[in-house]
């Protein structure tokens, strides 16, 4: 165990196919702009085991292992700087686990949304929560146990991560009481490990077709997402035929209650590129709306704005992508 580290940062990424814009703003580049310094130390994963949870095919998965490996390298994760591993592969993720939940109430993991959701998708059709799996249902506690493992004082998640991250919480500090010596002594077993919120405009990617949901690899609709390998001909595509409102207003700047969803996530995808850029520029959704109203630019000067930003970022990512997957030695 690493000690002369203040904080431990540990985050996974599911192993379903190469990212999309979604998990490389929201994701990835903070993954990449946290890498070990002199007080930090990171660890990130491709949680394969949870990839199980819900129906797979197993040469599928062992090809998107390879995928979502190579594409976290080609956005800049560097294994001497951090260490990229896959969650399988240590064994201690599954014995923790079930050590874990021989302690882990039903009670607690009844109130988890997430499954509840999932195992109603389905749901008349021969599924339901009554035909969900248990891996589906325990998997939070697989979670805690990756976070549990390395003592991890930070985890990187989303809003629809928070409850986990809660649970895990509540699973160490009632570990920690029940198995410690009742000493008087700080040491923790598990420390309570800290929600590290992705904040600002890269905190959620909204789809290009409808600006009310995620973007998505579960979308059937290749054009509601930018793929990290998406060449130029697709990105243009894609962002041409991306949805916009179909009334202007006299003016970009959206207040927070402006319907124009979509138009805001174009902004925002855009002012979030701008900023990986220009890091000490200040960019923000509200600066991108005022170069816009000063140059009195349509939805078509935007789009092709965006697109050069797109292919600028994206393009020499999938080019590396494709470097790596010819060579999975």
């Not at 990835?28 to 930090?40: F, H, Y």
């Not at 240590?90 to 302690?103: D, F, G, K, N, Q």
């Not at 991306?242 to 009334?247: F, L």
């Amino acid at each position: 165990m690493i000690t002369c580290k203040t904080r431990t940062i540990l985050s996974g990424i599911q192993p379903t196919g190469v990212p999309h814009l979604g998990n490389y703003l929201g994701a990835l580049r903070s993954w990449v702009n946290t890498q070990d310094s002199d007080t930090t130390r990171t660890l990130y994963s491709v949680v394969d085991l949870h990839a199980i949870t819900v129906a797979h095919d197993p040469q599928q998965l062992r090809n998107d292992i390879f995928g979502v490996t190579a594409s976290l390298l080609a956005c800049g994760l560097d294994p001497s700087h951090t260490t990229l591993f896959q969650q399988s592969h240590v064994r201690e993720h599954s014995e923790l686990a079930w050590l874990l939940s021989c302690r882990t109430p039903l009670g607690w993991l009844n109130r988890m949304t997430q499954f509840k959701d999932k195992s109603q998708k389905k749901k008349g059709q021969g599924s339901g929560v009554d035909a969900a799996h248990l891996g589906l249902y325990s998997y939070p506690v697989l979670m805690a146990a990756d976070i549990l493992l390395y003592r991890a004082t930070h985890v990187p998640v989303g809003d629809d991560q928070r409850q986990h991250l809660e649970l895990a919480r509540d699973i160490a500090s009632t570990f920690n009481h029940e198995f410690l010596d009742k000493t008087p002594s700080k040491f923790e077993l598990f420390p309570l490990p800290e929600t590290l919120l992705v904040q600002g405009n890269s905190a959620r990617v909204m789809s290009l077709k409808d600006g009310t949901k995620k973007m998505s690899k579960s979308d059937k609709s290749v054009l509601s997402r930018i793929d990290l390998t998406d060449d130029v001909d697709t990105i243009v595509k894609k962002v041409k035929k991306a949805k916009t409102d179909s009334v202007m207003e006299a003016s970009w700047i959206l207040d927070e209650n402006s319907p124009r969803h979509e138009v805001r996530n174009l902004i925002g995808i855009l002012s979030a590129l701008k900023q990986i850029e220009e890091p000490e520029a200040g960019w923000n959704d509200m600066r991108v709306c005022e170069l816009l109203d000063a140059r009195n630019a349509t939805s078509k000067d935007l789009k092709e704005e965006l697109t050069e930003a797109l292919i600028a970022h994206i393009c020499p990512i999938g080019n590396r992508i494709e470097e790596l997957m010819k060579d999975k030695d």
